[in-house]
T-cell receptor, first 117, second 109 residues
Framework: IAGITQAPTSQILAAGRRMTLRCTQD?????MYWYRQDLGLGLRLIHY???????GKGEVPDGYSVSRANTDDFPLTLASAVPSQTSVYFC????????????????FGAGSRLTVL | GQNIDQPTEMTATEGAIVQINCTYQ??????LFWYQQHAGEAPTFLSY??LDGLEEKGRFSSFLSRSKGYSYLLLKELQMKDSASYLC??????????WGAGTKLIIKP
């Protein structure tokens, strides 16, 4: 089934530890995104990548890094986790081959629930 | 600043009609999206409006008024499976998506 796979589904992490959330898509979408979702707030963009080899910062990039070595994979790394990074993380992708227009629809992964203690 | 407002929670009865409103103030406008998100799941796309007017898709319709900075999602013939959060998002002049906090819709039998 075509879509986005995220791993792990959930994780409890000690503060100060390094953590990588994995994201893989099989739709050959050019653009990929990482969002965090917190209760009472809208989705907030952490980092994005318009195409393999390029990345950009979103609204809340501090404490996070990403890489885009190929089209399919877009891992998110927390170098030294802090409790404020407790959240649900969603990876998403869109087919920007349609042109960089507002009609690009996001396909989301199932999410990774991260708790930092 | 940029802002998307939607009601936090709404309750409706199975078989009825419900309208979920979304007002926005953004730097430019390149379209408005509605997504559905069941508890513990990923958001899924429902509709996209870039021109004023009503877009109908089965039991769901979405309306946009750009001059008023206003949209609504209309759900007809409500079913229990429609219990979910509904997320409004606006694409600004930089093609960045600004998301509302979502409206949790509770359907009662």
């Amino acid at each position: 089934i075509a879509g986005i796979t995220q791993a792990p589904t959930s994780q409890i992490l000690a503060a100060g530890r390094r953590m990588t959330l994995r994201c893989t898509q099989d739709m050959r979408h050019n653009a990929m995104y990482w969002y965090r979702q917190d209760l009472g707030l809208g989705l907030r963009l952490i980092h994005y990548s318009n195409t393999a080899g390029t990345t950009g910062k979103g609204e809340v990039p501090d404490g996070y890094s990403v890489s885009r070595a190929n089209t399919d994979d877009f891992p998110l790394t927390l170098a030294s986790a802090v409790p404020s990074q407790t959240s649900v993380y969603f990876c998403a992708s869109s087919d920007s081959s349609l042109g960089f227009s507002g009609a690009n629809v996001l396909t989301f992964g199932a999410g990774s629930r991260l708790t930092v203690l | 600043g940029q802002n998307i407002d939607q009601p936090t929670e709404m309750t409706a009865t199975e078989g009825a009609i419900v309208q979920i409103n979304c007002t926005y103030q953004t730097s430019g406008f390149n379209g408005l999206f509605w997504y559905q998100q069941h508890a513990g799941e990923a958001p899924t796309f429902l509709s996209y409006n870039v021109l004023d007017g009503l877009e109908e898709k089965g039991r769901f319709s979405s309306f946009l008024s750009r001059s008023k900075g206003y949209s609504y999602l209309l759900l007809k013939e409500l079913q229990m499976k429609d219990s979910a959060s509904y997320l409004c998002a606006v694409m600004d002049s930089n093609y960045q998506l600004i998301w509302g906090a979502g409206t949790k819709l509770i359907i009662k039998p």
